[in-house]
């Protein structure tokens, strides 16, 4: 496995890529797809790193906890984190459907 030390730099600007479809980086070449697939194994890396028993914030329950941190986005800056928050698992599912709405909601009126 290698390791890029590479920030990446994804040009949205056509003809290579569009902001909901960033083209190749223009330093090492790597696709935004590969990225995000590398981005999601981190995150479920780190998701099962985390879980732990406590009290889910959303629905007050004692449960299994599971890292919830909404994935970046191409128009944010490459430094940003968004918020994390520990829920059950019901609380994690809902959040991410709450947010894949509002991203097609941001989508839809582009
Ligand atoms: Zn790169
Ligand atoms: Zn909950």
Redesign the pocket.
């Known amino acids: 496995m290698t390791v890029s030390l590479c920030k990446h730099s994804h040009p949205v600007q056509p003809p290579v890529g569009t902001i909901l479809r960033p083209g190749p980086c223009t330093d090492c070449g790597i696709t935004w797809d590969e990225v995000q697939d590398e981005v999601r194994r981190q995150e479920d890396a780190l998701i099962n790193g985390t879980a732990h028993e406590g009290t889910?914030p959303?629905?007050g329950?004692h449960?299994t906890l599971l890292r919830f941190q909404p994935p970046s986005q191409p128009w944010e800056p490459f430094d940003y984190e968004p918020p994390v928050s520990f829920?059950?698992l019901?609380?994690y599912n809902a959040a991410a459907i709450e947010f894949n709405a509002g991203l097609a909601a941001v989508y839809g009126s582009i």
């Open positions: 889910c959303d629905c329950q449960r829920l059950c019901d609380c």
